[in-house]
């Protein structure tokens, strides 16, 4: 079982990036999918999720309005779309699986974790 996330790199600040989570090994269509972020010497965040069947989302406020997460149950994939990027969002980010249908905020609840994509934003 394996998730891969792809899409990072460097990107000017104002500047757009899509992230994609590929799940391999099962497919992950019953289960709530997250995007976790971790920045240099933070905590590893919650920065969006979304239901098994796409119909419930949920983002952490930064990410109101510039991130919009989704989901593809037929090529078993979650995308990130990142828009309006700052320097402050310059992380590792991570997709992850819960062991639930719907996708929570906490890190406890998604036993799947992808490798990680590095994002750079530069001013």
């Known amino acids: 079982v394996q998730l891969q996330a792809s899409g990072g790199g460097l990107v000017q600040a104002g500047g757009s990036l899509r992230l994609s989570c590929a799940a391999t090994?099962?497919?992950?269509?019953?289960?709530?999918m997250g995007w976790f972020r971790q920045a240099p010497g933070k905590d590893r965040e919650f920065v969006a999720g979304?239901?098994?069947?796409?119909?419930?989302?949920r983002y952490v406020d930064f990410a109101k309005g510039r991130f919009t997460i989704s989901r593809d149950n037929a090529k078993n994939t979650v995308d990130l779309q990142m828009n309006s990027l700052k320097p402050e969002d310059t992380a590792v980010y991570y997709c992850?699986?819960?062991?639930?249908?719907?996708?929570?905020?906490?890190?406890?609840?998604?036993?799947?974790w992808g490798q990680g994509t590095l994002v750079t934003v530069s001013s």
């Open positions: 992850a699986a819960s062991r639930k249908g719907h996708s929570t905020r906490l890190h406890s609840d998604y036993p799947y």
């Open positions: 090994g099962r497919t992950f269509n019953n289960n709530g």
């Open positions: 979304i239901s098994w069947n796409g119909g419930s989302t």
